[in-house]
């Protein structure tokens, strides 16, 4: 519809930074509309007055719906898409053409102040259920910007922090949930992150934008920055970076055009940058969308108590104390229950339609007697003392206490990294005087980023309730007396302490570099490598039915995939929901693995007494490693060990496949190492032969003495450096006349 060639170069470049804050720029002489972005993820928030990106200014009211921490919680991909269905819808009617969401990076330390945006620790969890609201959002014809690529896993310094990962850490782990994304859900734009990989900034990073976004995973949307990301806009354009945000008032277009006029950059270059502006104009503007939608906002808040209550865990419940009865006296203790926290600080604060407060939905389900005492204020501003005095009253004479802990908003939020993960020392006080004096208690969280629980085994009961929107109220009351069955599941690992963190030492860095030292050993891979004792491990929460796993088959597929199958039975007496996950992992590997990775998972409601099979499809590229001798993705043979599980520390069934996959052939040589020479069928015999004429022990301690060491240095050890050229040219000979040629090291 709209030519870059009818445009002059100054219009090109206008078209390449914001034409407000929240709006491209428009060129009247083509007819070329702007389009205006707003925040997501969980809700839209869209500025009518003053403009700004950490939520200072009103925003419009909107729905607000689950944080991506409570969501991630769900393990459900149709509720997540059915909840970007809904954000689709209320951004189409508010004349929202891309919202900005969904965040897919991983939880790497407990720590980040922005973990309440990220669905998970595991990039599995976290791609699967991006690519579903990517699919929801899209369905209604509005963009979705999937953020923030890449590797930006703290707050610490974000506009300038290099991530220094090794590449097949970020290949299988920082990387993995966006290409799962862009492969399932074609997003129409991703937005590049505020912080350097390895050095370079992801707006100029042409390797992260062009090559491996746009050449190796065939993603054809646009790609914006983070707003006030962009150091080097002429570096950006090379990179692939198409749109700078927001407005640069003009001073980055010049840039542009004058270095191209200075014969530094392409028009060319300027062209395909422009073309993609163009493109999305073009799409946001012919997008099939509903003519003037309203907003159903009662329905949406309706689906937004469904899924905050899908996406509260059940950590605990000692003695079956949940569900409540209905008649039971309760005392309700904390101010989070009158003044709920259901959102987290900074960009993505929503103005919601409304707030369900849990004290009154408690109040609403309940038919005995509920009592209320704050216990505590959130801001400090009272006689601590005095109100948890009057709490322990309360409890005193309660038949069953519902305590409400939790993070007040100054302590985690986009924008900075908490220091801890301890919840405020006079709610942890408060717990400990409440529970002497009624021990059936039952914790309530509210909390985006995990904290510690150092009374988890001195309470009858918790319950992990995320930030749940503004319906999350309803839903914990829902969940507490039985109206919903929890089927939650940790997408993050709660650990005793975070010194046991994987990335503990390596948060956030220093001196604007955070070293990604424990590389693959992120989360629940970590803690098992270590064999670290946690509190509650990824994948864990209960439920108020039982479930059995029986019979575990594994069928290759034709496409290499495997199709994982196991008969679930409900064994308990009320309806309820399996999340069935699938570990992988493979010993005697000749790269460093997790002791088991999740590779698949699958819910299944089920009645009491129902048995269905539930399959699960593990795919052939998900067992693949990343080499990075010939920088691709291979999959060793092997004997693959299949786990399924109820969480990753409950593992019900598990079975062994062998896998052909593919050996990477090295071509060898004089800085060949004497194992890999041991290990090649024809270098092999012809290495021990030359060992013994010279004299060498050959028996395994020898050779295991012997190491790796490189055979063109073992002049003085004592095979002759001739004797290991000649080696090399024999085998190489044997090669050339028969063996396949070996991948070039
Ligand atoms: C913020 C966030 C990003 C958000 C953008 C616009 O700094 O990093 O997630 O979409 O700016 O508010």
């Not at 354009?237 to 191209?260: F, N």
């Not at 985690?412 to 409440?434: C, I, K, M, Y």
């Not at 002497?436 to 208690?441: G, H, I, Q």
């Amino acid at each position: 519809m709209y030519d870059t060639s009818e445009l002059t170069l100054e219009e090109k470049a206008s078209l390449t930074s914001g034409g407000g804050f929240w709006t491209t720029a428009s060129v009247g002489r083509a007819g070329v509309p702007s389009i205006t972005v707003a925040d997501g993820p969980h809700g839209v928030r869209l500025q009518a007055g003053e403009a700004d990106h950490l939520a200072i200014a009103e925003s419009l009211p909107a729905t607000c719906f689950p944080p991506a921490v409570a969501l991630g919680s769900s393990w459900d991909p149709d509720l997540a898409e059915r909840v970007g269905a809904a954000l689709g819808t209320e951004a189409s009617a508010m004349g929202v053409s891309v919202l900005l969401g969904p965040g897919v990076n991983i939880k790497r330390s407990p720590l980040c102040g922005r973990n309440f945006e990220y669905l998970a620790e595991d990039p599995v969890v976290s791609g699967a259920l991006g690519a579903a609201l990517v699919r929801g959002i899209q369905s209604k014809g509005v963009g979705a910007s999937l953020k923030h690529f890449a590797a930006n896993n703290q707050e610490t310094d974000r506009l300038r922090v290099s991530s220094d990962v090794d590449p097949r850490t970020l290949r299988e782990i920082y990387l993995r949930a966006f290409e799962r994304v862009v492969k399932d859900a074609a997003p129409w734009t991703v937005m590049a992150s505020y912080n350097r990989i390895n050095g370079v900034y992801a707006s100029e990073n042409r390797w992260l934008l062009t090559e491996v976004l746009r050449e190796e995973w065939g993603f054809d949307g646009l790609v914006m920055s983070d707003w006030g990301a962009v150091s080097d806009r002429v570096g950006g354009v090379r990179a692939g970076l198409d749109l700078e945000m927001p407005a640069s008032g003009g001073r980055t277009d010049a840039r542009i055009v004058q270095a191209i006029r200075d014969g530094l950059l392409g028009e060319d270059e300027l062209d395909a940058v422009t073309r993609r502006v163009l493109d999305l104009v073009e799409r946001a503007t012919a997008a099939d969308r509903p003519s003037a939608p309203g907003i159903d906002q009662e329905a949406h808040h309706a689906l937004a108590r469904e899924a905050a209550a899908r996406s509260i865990v059940l950590l605990k419940n000692d003695e079956g104390l949940l569900p409540l009865r209905r008649d039971a006296d309760v005392a309700v203790i904390g101010e989070f229950a009158r003044t709920p926290r259901f959102q987290g600080g900074g960009s993505s604060q929503v103005n919601p339609t409304k707030i369900d407060a849990p004290l009154d939905a408690i109040r609403a389900a309940a038919a005995g007697k509920v009592s209320f005492a704050p216990g505590f204020t959130l801001d400090g501003s009272a006689d601590d003392a005095r109100l948890r005095d009057e709490a322990v009253a309360a409890a005193a004479y309660a038949e069953v206490v519902v305590l409400f802990l939790g993070l007040p908003v100054t302590e985690e939020s986009e924008g900075f990294d908490r220091t801890h993960l301890n919840l405020p020392a006079v709610q942890l006080e408060l717990v400990d005087a409440v529970r002497a004096v009624n021990p059936r208690t039952v914790v309530v969280l509210s909390n985006g980023g995990v904290v510690v629980l150092p009374f988890a085994e001195d309470v009858a009961a918790i319950v992990e309730g995320w930030l749940l929107g503004q319906a999350g109220g309803s839903a914990v009351a829902d969940v507490l007396y039985g109206s919903v069955n929890p089927s939650g599941r940790l997408a993050e690992t709660i650990p005793w302490r975070l010194e046991d963190s994987p990335s503990f030492g390596n948060f956030p860095g220093e001196l604007q570099h955070v070293r990604y030292g424990e590389g693959m050993f992120v989360g629940y891979r970590g803690y098992d490598a270590r064999d670290s004792s946690v509190a509650y491990p990824f994948g864990h929460g209960l439920s108020y039915t039982t479930f059995s796993h029986d019979d575990l088959r594994v069928v290759a597929a034709g496409n290499g995939d495997l199709e994982v199958t196991v008969n679930v039975t409900n064994t308990g007496s009320v309806a309820g929901r399996e999340v069935v996950q699938v570990y992988t992992s493979l010993r005697h590997s000749i790269v460093q693995r997790p002791p088991r990775e999740l590779k698949g998972f699958a819910l299944a409601s089920l009645e009491p007494g129902e048995t269905r099979a539930v399959t699960v499809t593990v795919r052939r590229r998900d067992l693949a490693y990343w080499d990075v001798r010939v920088d691709r993705w291979v999959l060793e043979p092997g004997t693959y060990r299949i786990e399924v599980g109820a969480s990753s520390r409950d593992i019900r069934l598990s079975t062994d496949v062998d896998l052909a996959g593919e050996r990477v052939e090295v071509e060898l040589s004089l800085e060949s190492g004497s194992d890999e020479i041991l290990a090649d069928p024809i270098a092999g015999p012809l290495f021990l032969e030359a060992l013994v004429e010279h004299g060498m022990a050959t028996d395994d301690q020898a050779l295991r003495v012997l190491g790796m060491f490189p055979i063109g240095r073992m002049d003085g050890f004592p095979l002759p450096h001739d004797t290991a050229v000649e080696l090399i040219a024999r085998y190489r000979a044997a090669k050339n006349a028969g063996a396949p040629t070996p991948t070039p090291a």
